[in-house]
């Protein structure tokens, strides 16, 4: 499985943005998504997940609320709507998957990873 990260960019504090993580080859049917980001000088934060089917997701504390996890298996795309957009999520947005897995919200059980892409939102 290959994933591709885009949507990233620069955005002011309070707007919104949509990334969309794209795979290729096997389908996602089966597969736990997530979004993970990298701020400077931070450690790696899972900030939000969804497990196959659908039927869970997880937010972070910092992101609950504001973002949105989505999952469309037909066209193999999980997205991450991000609304009131603060400086503190300037970031590298990663997203990831693995086979379906007892812990979604670990992300150490996550097999594949998208190459990043960056939000930065201005104050």
């Known amino acids: 499985v290959q994933l591709q990260a885009s949507g990233g960019g620069l955005v002011q504090a309070g707007g919104s943005l949509r990334l969309s993580c794209a795979a290729s080859g096997r389908t996602l049917r089966m597969y736990d998504m997530a979004w993970v980001r990298r701020a400077p000088g931070k450690e790696r934060e899972l900030i939000a997940a969804i497990r196959w089917g659908g039927g869970s997701s997880y937010y972070s504390d910092s992101v609950k609320g504001r973002f949105t996890i989505s999952r469309d298996d037909t066209k193999k795309t999980a997205d991450l709507q991000m609304n009131s957009l603060e400086p503190a999520d300037t970031a590298v947005y990663y997203c990831?998957?693995?086979?379906?897995?007892?812990?979604?919200?670990?992300?150490?059980?996550?097999?594949?990873w998208g190459q990043g892409t960056l939000v930065t939102v201005s104050s």
């Open positions: 990831a998957a693995t086979p379906q897995t007892v812990a979604f919200t670990n992300t150490r059980l996550y097999k594949y």
